[in-house]
């Protein structure tokens, strides 16, 4: 009798803004239990991780989150009021001079980005091109980077339409899909249990500027007690939607194996706090650790 073929294994990056730097300590984690994908597919922040896992470019991508301190993530925003609150030029050319990734054909391993056409609402899958003008789609969220211009359509963040990638990566082949849900505890119990929980860091960060980026679940300074900033209700909104469409999503085309890092406190751009979403996406991937042992083996 002949050996059963080893099965493709897909890895499925979700989207979430600051949070996805979990996707980093997933990654490691996986590496350290023998377990390598074949394929990726990264929606949003799980785009750029994604590539960066393509390109053999991780370690250099986690060196530099770790670097991140708030002025360095501000000083990064180009500031603009045409189609977003960000240009986003500013932070992707600094990214090709510092990571030099590729075309998409030319990596090691199959990936791709998902994306939203703005004027239709469809689903884009991004599988040509340079890597960073599919990341800079993909993680165009609506009102905060303007979007992107791609062969006469208009595209925003793929989170709007399939936040956790695992149908893209069926597609190019995987059997056996392992999944990073970043919002999986964004809401209900997890965000009510951070309210009032002293921060992990005190950075220096001015009240200026936690106004015009709130930073922690529930906390955004507002007018009035109680009430948050603007930009706070936008971007609990957005996590509402992901959420739901998350959920939507994945029971109808469910992951083999689902890693759902517990980050309720981080905003969306929480991108100074790198250290603690890496380690809480190790943790999160030795939670799975059981399910991942019985379905490929110790």
Not at 58 to 74: I, K, N, Q, T
């Amino acid at each position: 009798m002949s050996n059963p073929r080893k099965p493709i294994i897909g890895l499925a990056l979700g989207a979430g803004g600051a949070r996805g730097w979990a996707h980093l300590g997933v990654i490691r984690a996986l590496g350290d239990a023998g377990i390598r994908a074949d394929v990726v597919c990264g929606t949003s922040m799980g785009s750029l991780v994604g590539a960066a896992y393509a390109a053999g470019e991780v370690e250099r991508l986690e060196d530099w989150a770790l670097s991140l301190g708030w002025r360095e993530v501000f000083g990064l925003m180009d500031f603009t009021w045409r189609g977003g609150l960000i240009r986003g030029k500013k932070l992707f050319e600094f990214m090709r001079l510092r990571f030099g990734l590729q075309d998409i054909a030319a990596l090691p391993m199959p990936y791709g980005a998902v994306a939203t056409e703005l004027d239709t609402g469809r689903e884009v899958w991004l599988r040509e091109g340079h890597v960073l003008d599919a990341v800079r789609a993909s993680i165009a969220i609506p009102g905060v980077f303007a979007p992107v211009l791609r062969d006469g359509e208009l595209l925003v963040d793929g989170g709007l339409v399939n936040p956790v990638p695992v149908s893209m990566c069926r597609a190019l082949g995987a059997d056996l899909v392992i999944a990073v849900d970043l919002g999986w505890a964004k809401l209900g119990h997890y965000r009510e249990r951070e309210r009032g929980r002293p921060a992990q860091r005190d950075d220096g960060r001015p009240a200026w500027l936690e106004r015009f980026l709130p930073t922690r679940a529930g906390s955004a300074a507002g007018t009035d007690a109680g009430m948050p900033s603007p930009l706070g209700v936008f971007f609990t909104s957005f996590d509402i939607m992901q959420v739901r469409v998350a959920r939507s999503r994945l029971a109808g085309d469910p992951a083999d194996v689902l890693i759902t890092p517990i980050l309720p406190d981080f905003a969306m751009m929480d991108f100074d706090r790198a250290r603690e979403a890496i380690d809480e996406g190790r943790a999160a991937t030795e939670r799975a650790r059981p399910v991942l042992e019985h379905l490929l083996g110790s």
